[in-house]
């Protein structure tokens, strides 16, 4: 896919991986991305702020990913300004962290919270926008999680979610096949401003150190280089239904 001028919508998109993303696009020559947020509103207009600098058209529409009424008002808005849509990069996710061994700590709120973002929020996107995506033979791009792949990261729900939407990407490819294309992402530890919020600037700096030693390439994930994964999978025409894992290497090693 040549992504010169190009509509993206990136869902997440006013912070972290998402941002990163919708600069990337930019940068290889969208023509506009819409940085969708449920929250991030003065993060949202910063990146904006950014892709106009870019020379790119940015455009933030709030969208909670978990209501379908929203998502479909999403679309309506953004096909009626700029009758087309190409690219939708599914990133809006969200986490409750709970240990694995407190299976109480997993209401039935928990689960529907974390699935509704994760899973059926990315379902919701591609559905309100597929007759678009159709016409414009186009590409999804989802982020997962290595925690797909394993028993780790911050919650068994969360694991749950995103091993879930690895399988929605594979019957996605399937049902919007051959008009388009959809593939995912699953990042590794990623150093974004939501891991400092959690443990700390000086914590978080230790512990992404420590695992670094373990990397094969020696360092862990920025924002950057998952947008680098995306804009990769966004260039194989041939390559549809398959994840991308972003870690350094370090899955080699489970």
């Known amino acids: 896919m040549d992504l010169d001028k190009t509509v993206a919508v990136v869902t997440g998109g006013a912070t972290g991986i998402g941002r990163a993303t919708a600069l ?12 969708n947020f449920s929250r991030s509103a003065g993060d949202a207009r910063r990146t904006v702020a ?54 109480e700590a997993l209401t039935d709120e928990v689960w529907h919270e974390v699935l509704g ?34 028993a780790g990261g911050s919650s068994m729900a969360y694991g749950v979610s995103k091993a879930a939407l690895l399988q929605l990407t594979r019957g996605l490819a399937v049902g919007l096949g051959p008009d388009v294309r959809v593939n995912a992402v699953a990042p590794g ?10 443990y700390g600037e000086e914590e978080f700096a230790r512990r992404a150190e420590a695992e670094a030693g373990t990397v094969p390439l020696g360092r862990i994930a920025g924002p950057e280089d998952v947008a680098q994964a995306v804009l990769g999978l966004l260039a194989m025409d041939l390559v549809s239904g398959e994840t991308v894992i972003v870690d350094g290497g370090k899955h080699v090693r489970y």
């Open 50 to 103: 950014e892709l106009d600098a870019l020379g790119c058209t940015g455009v933030a529409h709030r969208a909670d990913v978990a209501d379908d009424t929203q998502v479909r008002a999403m679309a309506a808005t953004v096909l009626e300004r700029f009758g087309r849509v190409d690219v939708l990069v599914n990133n809006a996710g969200i986490t409750r962290p709970a240990p694995h061994d407190d299976l």
């Open 24 to 35: 990337a696009l930019a940068r290889a020559g969208a023509s506009a991305v819409v940085v």
């Open 189 to 198: 530890t990623v150093a974004t401003r939501w891991q400092t919020g959690r």
């Open 117 to 150: 973002v994760n899973l059926l929020g990315p379902f919701r996107c591609v559905r309100a926008f597929a007759p678009a995506l159709r016409r414009a033979r186009g590409a999804v791009v989802n982020v997962a999680s290595i925690a797909a792949y394993r």
